[in-house]
C-alpha cells in the first residue's frame, strides 16, 4: 500500500480541507494513484449533507501542485489514440465534478501552481492565491509539444477572457499572482499565513450570496464572443505564434485552433474536442523530444558532477573575478543578482569601471521592461566590490579567471595569486580553449582548480561547463557544480580535452560550412539548411557574431588536435586579412552597416571568397543538413569514445543550453537515437570521398551491428 498523499481534515465543522502532501516528494504532482484519491475523496464528500465548502491546500512550503506526472506521460508515449481521449476525459470528468460538488470549492493557492494543478484550481468555484514571492500559475503544456487536456483549454477562456487564455495556453508562460489575479483567475491575492482563513471567509461569502451557482451556470455555456472578434483574435494570435515557433512546434497552433473552436461550443462539448485534438498531439515526435529536454533538466538538477560516492561541496559565499571584460562582468553579474558577493578586478581601470556599471545594468535586468531597473541597481550595489586589492580578493570562497585568452598572461595570474589564497579557496578559469591540465602545471594545489565555463551572453546561456583537469579532486568539482546550479546554470561535469564540449563539436559543423561555401554552396542555402534544421541562426552568421580572428584562433587548436580531420582552411585567413572580423568590426560574412546592426548580405564577400571556391554546384537541401550536421554528430560519438562526458545525455543538454540545438528534436544523440545508427552508418555512404571528419567511428558501428541507442 504507498502512502496517501491526499489528506482530509475539517476546517470548521461544515468545511472540508483536502491537503496534498505528496510523500518523500518536494512537490505535489498529478500521478494516476492521486487522481485515483482525489476521485475517493470526492466520492466520500459529494454524499455528505453537512458541508458549505471544500478548500484545497497544499503542505508544500511555496508549491501548490506542480502539474501531471511526467514519467507516466513518457510510459504512455505509445499508446493509441483513444486510450489519450480516455485519459483527458478522465481528468476533466474527475476535475468537472469539483464545478458540480453540492457546496463551494475553493483553490487556496500558496506557491507553483501549474499544467495540471492549474487545471484542478481552474475547476474550482474560486481560487485565492498568497503573496508568496514563488506563487505562479499558468498553463506551461506547450512547452512540452502538448496542451491542457484535463479541461485548461474549456475552463482558461470561461474565467479569464478567450484573449488572455489564448496568450496563456499558447505562449505557455506562467503569470504571477498579482498579473493572474489582474486577471480575474482569483478572488484576491493574501499573505501566505492567513491563506486558510481567508479560504474560509470566502466560503462564507459564497455561501452568502450565491454568486458561485451563477457562475457555474455562466461557464457551462458557450462564450460570449462575435464572429468578428473571433476572427481578428485568430489573426493576431496566429501571426504571433508563427513568429516563435518557425512552424517548428505544433502544440500552440493547435491549442489556438482548438480554443477558437471550442469557445462557441457548450463546456461538454469543448472537453471533448480537446480531448481529441490531444490525442494528436500526444506521442507525436516533438512531443516525445521535449519531454526529453524535460527529464535532461530534471536530471541535471540531480546530479552532483560525481558518480557512485557522496562528495559534500563547499558553501561558496564570496567570489572574486579576475577580469572585467564582456565575460568577467557577465559572471560577476550572475553572481550578484542571486545575492553572492563580489570582488572585481582588472589590470585596466578603464575596463574595471566599465565592467562594474556592466554588472550592475545586467544583474538588475528587467524582463518585462527589457533594460535595468534603477531601484534594483541601488540594492545591488553593495554586493559589488571594484578592488584592486589582492588581500581583498584572495579571502574569496572561488576566484573565477576570466582575462584574455592567453595561456601565459593566466599562468602569471595565478603564480601571484596562489599563495595568497586560503587554503581550501577554489581558483577557477573561463577560458574556452586552453586545456585545463595545461594552465595548472605550475599550480601547487592543482586539485583546488578546475574549468568553469560560461557561454556568452552569460545572461541568456543555462549553460556552464565544468572541467576536470588531471589533478582536480572531487570536491573541487562538488563545489563547482553545486556552485553553478546556485547561479541557476545546468552545469556539466567533462574531462578536459581540445575544446572541451560544446566547442568541440561546434567547430566540425562551423568548418564544414565553409569547405560547402568553397565547393560552391550559396550562403543563403546553408543558413537556410541550418535553420529549417531548428537553429537558432546559420553557421555563417555564428561565424560573424563568435568573430573570424577567434574562429582562426580556436581552429587552429582544433587542427592541432585533430589533423586528420580538420580542414584548415584559407578562406578564414583571407577575410581576416581583410579586416573582415564579423559583427564586432561591421563586416564580415554579411554587412552590418545598417541602423539595426542586422546581417546584410554583402556584394563586396564575393571578391574575397572567389580565389576559394573549387567548384560550383547545386546542393539539395537534404544534402547541405547532413554535410553540417553528420560531422557534429560522429564528434560526438568520439567525445564519448574519449570518456570525455559520462552520458551521452550531457551532450544533449550541453548542445540545447549552450548551442541552441533545437529542443523539439530533443538533443543531438536523442535525434540520432531517433534515426537509428545502422541507418546514420547508410547515410553517411555518399560523403565516403570526403575522408575520416565522415567516416563512421568505431563507437558508431559497433552500435549499428548491435542495433543499439544511445540511450539506455
Ligand atoms: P575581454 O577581452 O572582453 O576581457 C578580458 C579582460 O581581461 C579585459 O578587461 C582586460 O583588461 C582584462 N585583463 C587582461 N589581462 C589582465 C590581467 N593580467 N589581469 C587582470 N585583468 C586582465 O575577453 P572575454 O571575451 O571576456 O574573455 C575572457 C575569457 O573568457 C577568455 O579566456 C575567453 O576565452 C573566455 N570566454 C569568452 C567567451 C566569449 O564569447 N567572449 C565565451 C566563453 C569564454
Not at 668 to 680: C, H, P, Q
Request: hydrophobic share 45%; proline share 5%; with cysteine.
Amino acid at each position: 500500500m504507498t502512502a496517501e498523499t491526499i489528506s482530509l481534515s475539517m476546517a470548521e465543522p461544515d468545511i472540508a480541507v483536502l491537503t496534498f502532501d505528496t510523500p518523500k516528494k518536494g512537490a505535489n504532482v498529478l500521478s494516476n494513484s492521486v487522481l485515483d484519491e482525489l476521485a475517493r475523496h470526492l466520492d466520500a464528500l459529494e454524499q455528505r449533507t453537512d458541508l458549505s465548502g471544500l478548500i484545497f491546500c497544499s503542505a508544500k512550503p511555496g508549491i501548490f501542485i506542480a502539474g501531471a506526472d511526467l514519467r507516466e506521460f513518457v510510459q504512455s508515449l505509445g499508446v493509441a489514440r483513444e486510450q489519450v481521449i480516455a485519459m483527458c476525459r478522465r481528468g476533466q470528468v474527475l476535475f468537472g465534478r469539483l464545478a458540480k460538488m453540492p457546496f463551494v470549492t475553493v483553490a487556496a493557492i500558496n506557491g507553483i501552481c501549474v499544467g495540471g494543478g492549474a487545471e484542478l484550481a481552474s475547476w474550482c468555484d474560486r481560487r485565492l492565491f498568497s503573496n508568496n514571492r514563488k506563487a505562479e500559475f499558468g498553463f506551461p503544456e506547450v512547452k512540452l509539444g502538448l496542451f491542457p487536456g484535463w479541461g485548461g483549454t474549456v475552463r482558461a477562456p470561461r474565467i479569464a477572457g478567450l484573449g488572455n487564455a489564448v496568450e496563456m495556453v499558447t505562449g505557455g508562460e506562467s503569470l504571477s499572482a498579482e498579473t493572474a489575479y489582474k486577471m480575474g483567475w482569483a478572488s484576491d491575492v493574501v499573505p501566505d499565513d492567513q491563506l486558510l482563513a481567508a479560504a474560509i471567509r470566502l466560503v462564507r461569502t459564497e455561501q452568502t450570496n450565491q454568486e458561485y451557482l451563477n457562475d457555474r451556470k455562466r461557464w457551462t455555456g458557450p462564450i460570449l464572443i462575435t464572429e468578428t472578434e473571433l476572427g481578428f483574435l485568430g489573426a493576431t494570435a496566429s501571426a504571433v505564434i508563427r513568429q516563435q515557433t518557425k512552424g517548428q512546434y505544433p502544440a500552440p497552433d493547435a491549442a489556438l485552433e482548438t480554443m477558437l473552436e471550442s469557445s462557441l461550443l457548450d463546456a461538454d462539448a469543448a472537453c471533448e474536442l480537446e480531448a481529441a485534438r490531444m490525442a494528436k498531439l500526444f506521442g507525436s515526435p516533438v512531443n516525445a523530444a521535449l519531454l526529453n529536454v524535460f527529464f535532461l533538466t530534471d536530471r541535471n538538477k540531480k546530479d552532483t558532477g560525481i558518480d557512485g560516492k557522496q562528495v559534500e561541496p563547499r558553501p561558496i559565499n564570496s567570489v572574486t573575478v579576475i577580469g572585467a571584460g564582456i565575460m568577467g562582468s557577465g559572471i560577476a553579474a550572475a553572481n550578484v543578482k542571486r545575492g553572492i558577493a563580489v570582488a572585481l578586478t582588472d589590470a585596466s581601470h578603464e575596463s574595471l569601471v566599465k565592467g562594474g556599471r556592466n554588472v550592475l545594468e545586467e544583474a538588475s535586468f528587467d524582463r518585462e521592461t527589457k533594460g535595468p531597473n534603477a531601484q534594483r541597481m541601488l540594492e545591488l550595489a553593495p554586493l559589488l566590490n571594484l578592488t584592486t586589492s589582492e588581500q581583498e580578493f584572495a579571502a574569496s570562497d572561488l576566484v573565477i579567471e576570466a582575462v584574455v585568452e592567453n595561456e601565459k598572461v593566466k599562468q602569471s595570474i595565478y603564480a601571484q595569486l596562489e599563495s595568497q589564497l586560503g587554503p581550501d579557496t577554489i581558483l577557477a578559469s573561463n577560458t574556452s580553449t586552453i586545456p585545463i591540465t595545461k594552465l595548472a602545471a605550475s599550480l601547487k594545489r592543482p586539485d583546488k582548480f578546475c574549468g568553469i565555463h560560461f557561454f556568452n551572453p552569460v545572461r541568456r546561456m543555462k549553460l556552464v561547463e565544468v572541467i576536470r583537469g588531471e589533478k582536480t579532486s572531487d570536491e573541487t568539482i562538488a563545489t563547482a557544480v553545486a556552485y553553478a546550479k546556485g547561479v541557476g546554470k545546468f552545469p556539466i561535469v567533462m574531462n578536459d580535452g581540445p575544446g572541451f564540449l560544446v566547442n568541440r563539436l561546434l567547430f566540425p559543423y562551423m568548418h564544414e560550412a565553409v569547405e560547402l561555401l568553397c565547393e560552391g554552396a550559396e550562403i543563403k542555402a546553408i543558413e537556410r539548411a541550418s535553420k529549417s534544421f531548428g537553429m537558432p541562426m546559420g553557421p555563417i552568421e555564428l561565424y560573424d557574431l563568435v568573430g573570424i580572428d577567434t574562429a582562426v584562433y580556436a581552429g587552429q587548436t582544433m587542427f592541432e588536435a585533430f589533423p586528420d580531420r580538420v580542414i584548415s582552411s584559407a578562406l578564414l585567413p583571407a577575410m581576416v586579412q581583410a579586416n573582415r572580423l564579423g559583427k564586432k568590426t561591421g563586416r564580415g560574412f554579411y554587412s552590418y552597416d545598417n541602423k539595426k546592426g542586422r546581417p546584410e548580405v554583402d556584394a563586396s564577400l564575393a571578391e574575397i571568397i572567389a580565389p576559394h571556391i573549387r567548384k560550383q554546384r547545386d546542393f539539395s537541401l537534404d544534402e547541405l543538413t547532413m554535410r553540417l550536421f553528420l560531422p557534429m554528430f560522429l564528434e560526438a560519438t568520439r567525445v564519448l569514445e574519449d570518456e570525455i562526458v559520462r552520458d551521452p545525455r550531457d551532450i544533449d543538454l550541453g548542445l540545447i543550453f549552450g548551442l541552441g540545438f533545437p529542443p523539439f528534436k530533443g538533443g543531438l544523440m536523442f535525434w540520432a537515437d531517433t534515426l537509428g545508427a545502422a541507418t546514420i552508418v547508410e547515410m553517411l555512404k555518399p560523403f565516403e570521398s570526403l575522408g575520416d571528419r565522415m567516416s563512421p567511428t568505431k563507437l558508431l558501428l559497433e552500435m549499428a551491428a548491435g542495433g543499439e541507442k544511445f540511450y539506455k
